[in-house]
């Protein structure tokens, strides 16, 4: 799943039966490189949701077992906009940039990080390191 | 891609964590006053307005260094207020300084020093520019200076044959000139 091509997608409350929004971003983490949190852009009281929140990355819509009520399971701080990959340096270990980040792709059911797309470079999701406010750092020359 | 990278280059280039985040930057170039290697690093603030850090960069502590950034471990690779700093620019600063052979032969002023910097950073080299004319800057693979102070850098007469014109060239010529030495 490539994120420009989820993003914008619906994303569905299971429970609710409605729309909570539209995917706006993603958080990502690394050891291993793996989507935490989403960003969602939209009415919806929520904007954030936790990855183990997500059911299923749909064709049409992704769905989400947010929760109506208690909402307890909801950790708004797991979505960082500094882990935002998208639009960053990569900075490999040694010192090298290889372009700005334009996609990532991931496995909608893991979560799993299996490539990062720069523009200079297609980068393997094990290399990366950290995702910053600054950059992408990524092992390798 | 290259491994080396001009000192003056490093100057305003970011200190990156492995998360991504830029603590720093860099402010100036230590090197060793004896031998004229890499001691480390004086920084400053990221911000517009930021001034210069006090906290400074041991060479030992920079994971990799590149044209682009220097990357480090975690911010803990910066040593603390409570810890000595590792030196005080200018103590082996080579700039201006002349490269002569231990033959004699004058080649010229040092511009610049050249970096290599996959790794911990050591000295490969110096930029050197000719008296002329015509005034010609040549880059000097020097793996081990005879001597080096503030005024002169004494070079050994070998690496006159392997000048390069830039840093694509050096690269070439530090590995001719370290077969040569290992000729000999």
Redesign the interface.
Known sequence: MLFSQANGRRVVGLTEAEVLGSLAALSVASAPARVTALKLKGRGPRDVLAWRQVESFGPDAVTVRAGGEGGDDVQDDEFES?RDPMG??V???????LGKIVDVEFDGTTGRVQRLMATDEEIAGERL?????????VRG? | ?T?Y?RASELVK??V???????VAQVKDILFEAADGSVRGFTLAGRGLFSGPLKQTLAAGRV?????????IRDGTALSGDDQPAVGVPGGGDVMGATALTVKGTELGKVVDVIIE???QPVVAGYEVESSGPPRRRVLLPVLRPVGVSGDMVVVPDAVVDFAAGDLAGFAEAARGLRHRLEEE
């Open positions: 500094r960053k340096p900075i490999t270990e040694d010192g090298h940039c390191l950290g995702v910053g406010g600054y950059a992408v750092v020359g | 891609m491994r990278v280039k970011p990156v964590t492995f998360d991504g985040e830029d994971h990799g260094l590149g044209p682009d950034a220097v990357v910097g996959s790794r």
